[in-house]
């Protein structure tokens, strides 16, 4: 299976992506995602899960590092937006925002990248101003009303993955194919490694005996934010059960 759509729906993506603009492993599987999709003329269609929604059971005083509870709420604002976009503007702009947006979090210089929960109201109104939206969508970001759809898109990913996941989620050649968390990348492929490492993740998600694989040390991805060049390798990190929590 080449991960293509194998359904009669042509109205069906080849690929659904779950993202978090907070998570940085989400961002880099999708410029991954993004580099296979030109190259094999995929369709993908972007969702929404919601970090802040995922572990809203949780004490993050007790459980997070300190940043996460203001870091995760930042993410679910920015889904807000996000959300009314879908529903106002269609797909195509959700696809544009995401990096418009995510790229000013991540692809920045590290002194570039501090106080992001403080920034973003300014933040969005640049990725909105960036892909021809009114900057006056960012007043979405306090409303409320719009997490009960964020979160039937975030307990959708769960459906098809079962709950102990973070992001991103893939979904190939839905509504039948494959789902998963991850794949987690800390290093961008070039060229036809994009479409090779695509190959290999397919066919094992795709084997009907496959269950998971999984290691929880992480190189810290390869994002300037991050202090990480692209010619650098991350320091290595354990993120135990997929996530900085403290404590299960």
């Given at each position: 299976m080449d991960g293509a759509n194998?359904?009669?729906?042509?109205s069906l993506p080849d690929v659904r992506f779950?993202?978090?603009?907070?998570?940085?492993?989400?961002?880099?599987?999708?410029?991954?995602?993004?580099?296979?999709?030109?190259?094999?003329?995929?369709?993908?269609e972007w969702r929404f899960i919601s970090l802040r929604l995922l572990n809203k059971h949780i004490d993050y005083d007790a459980h997070f590092p300190p940043d996460?509870?203001?870091?995760?709420?930042?993410?679910?604002?920015?889904l807000r937006v996000c959300s009314r976009v879908l529903e106002a503007h269609g797909q195509e702009r959700v696809a544009q925002l995401?990096?418009?947006?995510?790229?000013?979090?991540?692809?920045?210089?590290?002194?570039?990248?501090?106080?992001?929960?403080?920034?973003?109201?300014?933040?969005?109104?640049?990725?909105?101003?960036?892909?021809?939206?009114s900057p006056d969508l960012?007043?979405?970001?306090?409303?409320?009303?719009?997490?009960?759809?964020?979160q039937l898109s975030t307990d959708e990913a769960l459906a098809l993955t079962g709950k102990d996941v973070?992001?991103?989620i893939l979904h190939v050649?839905?509504?039948?194919?494959?789902?998963?968390?991850?794949?987690?990348?800390?290093?961008?492929?070039?060229?036809?490694e994009a479409a090779e490492l695509w190959d290999h993740v397919v066919g094992l998600a795709t084997f009907q005996g496959f269950s998971e694989l999984k290691r929880s040390l992480r190189e810290r991805p390869q994002?300037?934010?991050?202090?990480?060049?692209?010619?650098?390798?991350?320091?290595?990190?354990?993120?135990?059960?997929?996530?900085r929590r403290q404590k299960k």
């Open positions: 194998t359904t009669s729906d042509e779950w993202f978090d603009p907070m998570c940085p492993f989400a961002w880099m599987t999708s410029k991954w995602v993004r580099m296979v999709q030109e190259q094999r003329d995929y369709t993908v996460y509870d203001a870091g995760h709420t930042a993410g679910l604002q920015m995401y990096p418009a947006l995510s790229s000013q979090i991540f692809d920045v210089a590290p002194e570039d990248a501090n106080d992001i929960p403080g920034r973003v109201r300014d933040l969005i109104e640049t990725a909105l101003t960036r892909v021809g939206l960012a007043r979405f970001l306090d409303d409320e009303s719009r997490d009960q759809e964020i973070g992001t991103p050649a839905p509504p039948d194919g494959a789902a998963f968390f991850g794949p987690v990348i800390s290093r961008l492929p070039t060229g036809d994002l300037r934010a991050l202090g990480v060049t692209e010619d650098q390798a991350g320091v290595q990190e354990d993120w135990h059960a997929g996530s």
